[in-house]
């Protein structure tokens, strides 16, 4: 067989299994969500347990995704892949198996450390087997298959729950991620291209500040009953950060490469990413629980999941169409426009409870703002890794990551504190401030 004629054939199960897993890892993310006031009925889930059942994935895939990407230039892109992949299929077992919530907690973040690997492995993969002139062709699927999951994951998520139990998201996780490793398994691909080298100094710090940082923002609710439960770990990581500064900098191969930030583009992507994260995060968690709730909207979870269809569109529409409005009106008047529309939609949505007419500011509300998540999620990787030679990719793309997952973290954390004070309404405003800030980042941008 020829070369190109093998190529070809070995490109489309690569591409399908590393599709399929991103679907599942994408539909994850999301569905959950719409999940959560039934955990937390059934598993008598506290506020804190809530936070942590979302954060512990976030958290851990934040910490991990820079070793992803290295494991798969170490082990090889389909040997890292299936390893993830594996351990995804695995948590989700668990948590479809959970007896109590401390379980699924841990799950989590055993999920979070296969995301993290499967994530990074998957699109080196598809780069990996795809020939020079496909290759945006297959990351463009990649990429489509993630953001789909994202999209119809609420009311997925919505659907099942009302109809099979919260346990059934996570078996539907095994269902898809056993035949795509199982895919991976059979094209094995090239082994890793050097020895395994794991900056476990840089590791142990990076997880140090992540884990104080979250805990003592999260115990920020409780400072005036218990001030020490915020301020030592909020202390162990303003100690923690410059020690992780100081041994990155100093390294040659560091795991965290701070020096990608003195490329103004690639800071700025990275910001964008880190807000675009917390705003979806928050909103998505915050408006399922006010929706579901006796005295918030009363609706089954999968009227909430429909409710949330405006968004699944926008979402899906408009990161298929980024690319394209970036060519016609510049990249820094399509992100900036994005960041608008999210304040904008966040604003409708605020109106929507304040008036007797809740849905039909609603629907076009939710709409405005998927809307303007997509045109930044979609795009921002691009800007961040556009400025960046072709060996940085790989970094890049793993702090990019790095900071999207840290800022859901942050925003699910900052979000509890608010709804807590002011309900979803003030989280609302959070986010609007949120996008506005956004809006200054993308101002600052050296494009056009």
């Not at 990351?139 to 789909?148: D, H, V």
């Not at 699944?312 to 009106?329: D, E, K, Q, V």
Request: net charge positive; hydrophobic share 60%.
């Amino acid at each position: 067989m020829p070369a190109t004629s093998h190529a070809k054939s070995n490109l489309k199960p690569v591409v399908m299994a590393c599709c399929l897993a991103m679907l599942a890892v994408g539909d994850n993310s999301t569905a959950i969500m719409a999940a959560l006031p039934d955990m937390k009925g059934s598993l008598q889930l506290g506020p804190a347990e809530l936070e942590w059942v979302v954060n512990a994935y976030l958290l851990t895939a934040a910490i991990f995704i820079i070793v992803g990407g290295g494991a798969a230039d170490q082990l090889g892109a389909r040997r890292s892949s299936i390893a993830g992949i594996a351990v995804f299929a695995l948590a989700s077992l668990l948590i479809a198996l959970a007896p109590v919530g401390f379980v699924v907690v841990g799950a989590r973040a055993l999920q979070g450390l296969g995301a993290a690997f499967a994530v990074a492995g998957t699109l080196a993969a598809v780069t990996e087997a795809a020939p020079d002139e496909r290759r945006p062709e297959a990351i463009g699927a990649w990429t489509g298959f993630l953001m789909l999951g994202f999209s119809i994951g609420p009311l997925v998520g919505g659907a099942v729950t009302h109809y099979a139990g919260w346990r059934f998201i996570f078996w539907l996780n095994v269902i898809a991620m056993v035949p795509a490793g199982l895919m991976l398994l059979r094209h094995p691909g090239a082994g890793g291209r050097r020895a395994i080298s794991m900056d476990w100094v840089g590791l142990g710090l990076l997880a140090l500040f992540m884990v104080t940082l979250i805990s003592g923002l999260q115990a920020l609710a409780h400072v005036r009953t218990n001030p020490l439960s915020a301020i030592v770990p909020l202390v162990l990581a303003v100690i923690a950060f410059p020690l992780l500064l100081r041994t990155q900098t100093r390294r040659p191969q560091p795991l965290v490469d701070f020096g990608l930030f003195a490329n103004r583009n690639f800071a700025i992507a990275a910001g964008l990413l880190f807000l675009v994260m917390f705003d979806i995060m928050t909103l998505l968690l915050y408006y399922n629980l006010f929706a579901q709730a006796v005295d918030g909207l009363g609706m089954s979870a999968v009227a909430a999941g429909l409710s949330l269809v405006p968004l699944s569109i926008a979402l899906l529409a408009f990161a298929r169409a980024a690319p394209l409005i970036a060519m016609r009106i510049g990249m820094r008047r399509m992100l900036t426009g994005g960041s608008l529309f999210l304040a904008v939609g966040c604003a409708i949505i605020w109106l929507s409870f304040q008036t007797h007419a809740k849905f039909a500011l609603l629907m076009p509300g939710v709409f405005v703002a998927g809307a303007g998540i997509a045109l930044v999620y979609a795009s921002a990787p691009r800007l961040g890794l556009a400025t960046l030679p072709p060996l940085q990719a790989g970094k890049g793309s793993g702090m990019l990551n790095s900071c999207s997952f840290l800022g859901g973290t942050v925003g699910v954390t900052f979000g509890g504190i608010v709804f807590a004070l002011s309900g979803f309404s003030g989280v609302l405003v959070l986010l609007g401030i949120s996008a506005l800030a956004s809006t200054m980042l993308c101002l600052r941008l050296n494009a056009e």
